[in-house]
């Protein structure tokens, strides 16, 4: 019997056996440990993730955000934050935009304002809707006393609830000053913004739930929207500017035959969210205060002038 047949039944898992370097006698066959051969991986490189620039909605999320039906879903979970407020803490700024009513452009009939608020991606974020009676709009027009609540966009969950009195525009009355007041679902109440009784330029306080002043929105001399953007600043009780109200030119034949108007709202990322949701508040009164009354399209620009005349001329007495 050869020896290495009788080596060869005892080598163990991962050795081998060789044959002698030389021949001769006493010379018997070795055992070698052999490395075992890697695993082969089936699977190639990973490629880089590629990141989400929008959310799944009603559109196709072809383009960046670029889809009207798109939608931002709400984080839920932040602490010390009104529910269906969630987002606002991961912005610092808002789109609104003003739905064209195309019965109330060719009929001259006052209807029922809604509003879009996006993201700077252009997804919807909220849905704001007026609930005012036919009368009420059409006999009160822009000074008409309103409720609005504003949506969730994607599961219509109502987040705020925002209520304006029967409001006055006469320049010489400061005994009856715009305000609106805005409001959880369940009534409580968030803050508020109130005119200030001014002369040449329009100002406004904005409050917390407590009625303390801690912001104020300070509006151009020249509030008419032509072939530009008006600006209404957002200061600090310090007096720095930290945010603004834009009213955007929407174009010669939108701005002169609809009501529909655009607004940019920008603010500091780490401002509070209940004050966030005032200044989107605030950009309703300002649309309904300077805005809402172009029925005849340019004579709005003539109402605006007469208007700084006559509190120009009220300066000077």
Same mark, same amino acid.
């Given at each position: 019997?050869?020896?290495?047949?009788?080596?060869?039944?005892?080598?163990?898992?991962?050795?081998?056996?060789?044959?002698?370097?030389?021949?001769?006698?006493?010379?018997?066959?070795?055992?070698?440990?052999?490395?075992?051969?890697?695993?082969?991986?089936?699977?190639?490189?990973?490629?880089?993730?590629?990141?989400?620039?929008?959310?799944?909605?009603?559109?196709?999320?072809?383009?960046?955000?670029?889809?009207?039906?798109?939608?931002?879903?709400?984080?839920?979970?932040?602490?010390?934050?009104?529910?269906?407020?969630?987002?606002?803490?991961?912005?610092?700024?808002?789109?609104?935009?003003?739905?064209?009513?195309?019965?109330?452009?060719?009929?001259?009939?006052?209807?029922?304002?809604?509003?879009?608020?996006? #993201?700077?991606?252009? &997804?919807? +974020?909220? $849905?704001?809707? %007026? =609930?005012?009676?036919?009368?009420?709009?059409?006999?009160? @027009?822009?000074?008409?006393?309103?409720?609005?609540?504003?949506?969730?966009?994607?599961?219509?969950?109502?987040?705020?609830?925002?209520?304006?009195?029967?409001?006055?525009?006469?320049?010489?009355?400061?005994?009856?000053?715009?305000?609106?007041?805005?409001?959880?679902?369940?009534?409580?109440?968030?803050?508020?913004?109130?005119?200030?009784?001014?002369?040449?330029?329009?100002?406004?306080?904005?409050?917390?739930?407590?009625?303390?002043?801690?912001?104020?929105?300070?509006?151009?001399?020249?509030?008419?929207?032509?072939?530009? #953007?008006?600006?209404? &600043?957002? +200061?600090? $009780?310090?007096? %720095? =500017?930290?945010?603004?109200?834009?009213?955007?030119?929407? @174009?010669?034949?939108?701005?002169?035959?609809?009501?529909?108007?655009?607004?940019?709202?920008?603010?500091?990322?780490?401002?509070?969210?209940?004050?966030?949701?005032?200044?989107?508040?605030?950009?309703?009164?300002?649309?309904?205060?300077?805005?809402?009354?172009?029925?005849?399209?340019?004579?709005?620009?003539?109402?605006?002038?007469?208007?700084?005349?006559?509190?120009?001329?009220?300066?000077?007495?």
């Amino acid at each position: 019997m050869n020896p290495a047949d009788s080596v060869a039944g005892k080598i163990p898992l991962g050795f081998l056996l060789v044959p002698p370097k030389e021949t001769g006698a006493g010379q018997s066959p070795q055992v070698v440990e052999v490395p075992m051969p890697q695993p082969f991986l089936r699977y190639g490189p990973v490629p880089p993730q590629i990141p989400i620039i929008t959310q799944p909605g009603m559109g196709s999320g072809a383009s960046m955000g670029g889809i009207e039906g798109d939608w931002k879903s709400i984080p839920t979970g932040i602490p010390n934050c009104p529910r269906g407020l969630e987002y606002l803490t991961a912005v610092d700024q808002l789109l609104v935009k003003q739905k064209v009513e195309l019965i109330e452009a060719f009929t001259g009939l006052e209807g029922n304002n809604r509003y879009s608020v996006k #993201n700077a991606l252009g &997804q919807k +974020v909220f $849905l704001a809707v %007026e =609930n005012t009676s036919c009368c009420t709009r059409n006999c009160c @027009g822009s000074d008409r006393p309103f409720s609005m609540k504003v949506y969730e966009a994607h599961s219509k969950e109502e987040v705020l609830q925002l209520r304006r009195p029967t409001a006055c525009s006469c320049c010489l009355c400061c005994c009856c000053l715009d305000r609106i007041e805005i409001s959880d679902p369940q009534g409580n109440v968030i803050g508020s913004i109130k005119e200030e009784c001014t002369i040449c330029k329009p100002s406004f306080r904005i409050l917390d739930q407590n009625g303390d002043l801690v912001l104020r929105i300070e509006g151009p001399f020249w509030t008419c929207s032509v072939c530009g #953007n008006i600006e209404f &600043q957002v +200061v600090s $009780l310090n007096g %720095e =500017n930290i945010g603004k109200i834009s009213k955007q030119w929407s @174009g010669l034949a939108r701005e002169v035959y609809t009501k529909a108007d655009n607004f940019g709202i920008s603010f500091p990322l780490d401002l509070d969210v209940r004050l966030k949701a005032i200044l989107l508040g605030a950009t309703f009164l300002i649309d309904f205060m300077f805005y809402e009354n172009s029925t005849d399209g340019w004579l709005s620009c003539a109402q605006c002038c007469l208007r700084s005349l006559c509190k120009c001329v009220c300066d000077a007495i």
